[in-house]
């Protein structure tokens, strides 16, 4: 407990001395507390620029074949059965659309809120997913997308009362 203590505040300091690696660890752990469902991947890799004061994020988001599909399950009495019916196509692929640029924000908005020694003026942060190509049945990792942000103007940004979309592009 008392050596836990000693590092934890040894990690504090080298974080409010905005050492490169104490904020990449910080910003590891600000992403690594944001709870998501079981089907989304929470991986990401980041890289700290302290002369620019950008932070590059690569964060892994969830394929749509990982997006749940149920509606809902109704009971039928005079069958003695449950009966599923589920979301269609097209909704589907627009709640995914949605889903990805709400990641997206959300993900920097927690990284910008919570640099309490303003360590970080940019963030570029890079969408990828991992899933199967149709085409070829081989498993492929493509860059969805990818935004740069600076703090100042992100910050304005009231997140409450935007299109996700729009707010993105």
Sequence with gaps: MQRELKQWETEKQEYSQKLPEAIVDYCELVLSKSEYPDYFPQEFDLDYNPETKILIVNYCLPPLDRIP???????????????KSFLHESFLDRLYDSLIYQITLRTIHELYQSDAVDAIDMIVLNGWVE????????KVNACILSIQTRREEFLTINLAKVDPKSCFK
């Design 69 to 83: 599909k149920l509606k809902e399950v109704k009971y039928v009495r005079s069958r003695d059965e449950l009966v």
């Design 131 to 138: 899933s199967i190509d149709k085409a070829s049945g081989h």
